[in-house]
């Protein structure tokens, strides 16, 4: 995907800051489209000449005769946005629309190793950013904004290579009943409060937060430290829940609600559950292995009535739960 303010970059005349503006007015005549021209010193642009703005000025009074025979570097501006080839296109975006309202459809300049490289309309560069919006959103949970599945499976891949891995793969338990009872959107705003938790303890460098899809997440770390971190988790979701229900729910600690059999009963109040695969015991050759034995690991939290976490600890079928 294009990212860069370089790929877009197309290349336009330039001249000189001693270059007759009857010049500049002949390269304007033999490019009809051109919409300006960069002015360079030392092969670095220094300055840009809009169309417009040059024919502004040879319209005023006098000015053609005053200008056309005298060097450009009487009306060109002098501090035009010039960024780096690698910027990112949507940072270059913004730092574009911050100008003064007269500069705003100026090209941004774009220079490469100390050098003028080529300009980005800002028609093109807006075309460019909404594209990249658009891609990015495919690859983003809307609810969460946290990375979905397509980023999901790729960083599963990824981390098969890796010495220390430790995959959390996140579920929150009666999150159905909760949903019935208070509303689909209670229920996106506590899992919108779950992903802040998430993000809040999971931050570190090649560490990932990911959004499956419901109620389910899923988090990868580069080491096998996860105990505090899980204990840590659950404290704070475990403290975060209660203002989520009413005080009648939490005095009797259950809601009455469809179970998935269809009959009305007492459920507990949303829990979180945390399946653990790491690879300090046995090594991962396929994603796929990965998600099977978070699978079968979920299903033994599944059966605690409280938030809980288990592993794969040194004997694969042993779980251990958090004391």
């Known amino acids: 995907m294009i990212s860069q303010i370089g790929e877009i970059a197309e290349v336009i005349p330039y001249v000189?800051?001693?270059?007759k503006c009857e010049q500049v007015n002949q390269v304007f005549k033999d490019n009809p489209h051109l919409q300006g021209v960069v002015v360079i010193h030392n092969d670095y642009p220094v300055a840009l000449v809009m169309r417009a703005q040059f024919y502004q000025q040879m319209g005023t009074l006098y000015g053609y005769n005053i200008?056309?025979?005298?060097?450009?570097?009487?009306?060109?501006?002098?501090?035009?946005l010039v960024v780096d080839y690698?910027?990112?296109?949507?940072?270059?975006s913004k730092l574009a629309m911050d100008r003064?309202?007269?500069?705003?459809?100026?090209?941004?300049?774009?220079a490469k190793n100390s050098q003028f490289y080529g300009v980005v309309s800002i028609r093109k560069l807006l075309l460019s950013f909404a594209?990249?919006?658009?891609?990015?959103?495919?690859?983003?949970?809307?609810?969460?904004?946290?990375p979905g599945n397509l980023s999901i499976k790729e960083k599963l891949k990824q981390i098969l290579e890796w010495e220390h891995s430790c995959v959390l793969y996140i579920d929150l338990d009666n999150?159905?009943?909760?949903?019935?009872?208070?509303?689909?959107?209670?229920?996106?705003?506590?899992?919108?409060?779950?992903?802040?938790?998430?993000?809040?303890?999971?931050?570190?460098?090649?560490?990932?937060?990911?959004?499956?899809?419901?109620?389910?997440?899923?988090?990868?770390?580069?080491?096998?430290?996860?105990?505090?971190?899980?204990?840590?988790?659950?404290?704070?979701?475990?403290?975060?829940?209660?203002?989520?229900y009413s005080?009648?729910?939490?005095?009797?600690?259950?809601?009455?609600?469809?179970?998935?059999?269809?009959?009305?009963e007492e459920i507990p109040l949303v829990g979180i559950s945390i399946a653990?695969?790491?690879?300090?015991?046995?090594?991962?050759?396929?994603?796929?292995?990965?998600?099977n034995e978070s699978t079968r690991i979920k299903k033994r939290c599944k059966a605690d009535k409280h938030s809980c976490y288990y592993t794969n600890d040194c004997v694969p079928d042993v779980l251990v739960p958090l004391a």
């Open 16 to 19: 000189s800051q001693d270059t």
């Open 67 to 80: 200008y056309m025979g005298r060097p450009i570097g009487l009306i060109m501006t002098q501090e035009p």
């Open 86 to 92: 690698g910027e990112s296109i949507a940072e270059v």
């Open 100 to 110: 003064p309202e007269e500069e705003l459809y100026d090209y941004v300049i774009v």
């Open 131 to 146: 594209e990249i919006q658009t891609k990015i959103a495919t690859f983003l949970n809307p609810l969460t904004g946290l």
């Open 175 to 244: 999150f159905k009943a909760y949903n019935d009872t208070y509303g689909f959107t209670a229920g996106d705003k506590l899992i919108q409060a779950t992903a802040t938790i998430l993000k809040g303890f999971i931050y570190q460098p090649d560490s990932f937060v990911g959004h499956i899809g419901g109620d389910d997440f899923i988090a990868i770390l580069n080491h096998h430290d996860y105990r505090q971190l899980n204990q840590s988790i659950i404290e704070q979701f475990d403290d975060m829940i209660g203002s989520f």
């Open 247 to 264: 005080d009648s729910h939490l005095r009797q600690h259950y809601v009455l609600a469809e179970n998935r059999a269809g009959r009305i």
């Open 276 to 291: 653990i695969v790491t690879n300090e015991w046995r090594r991962y050759d396929h994603e796929d292995e990965i998600v």
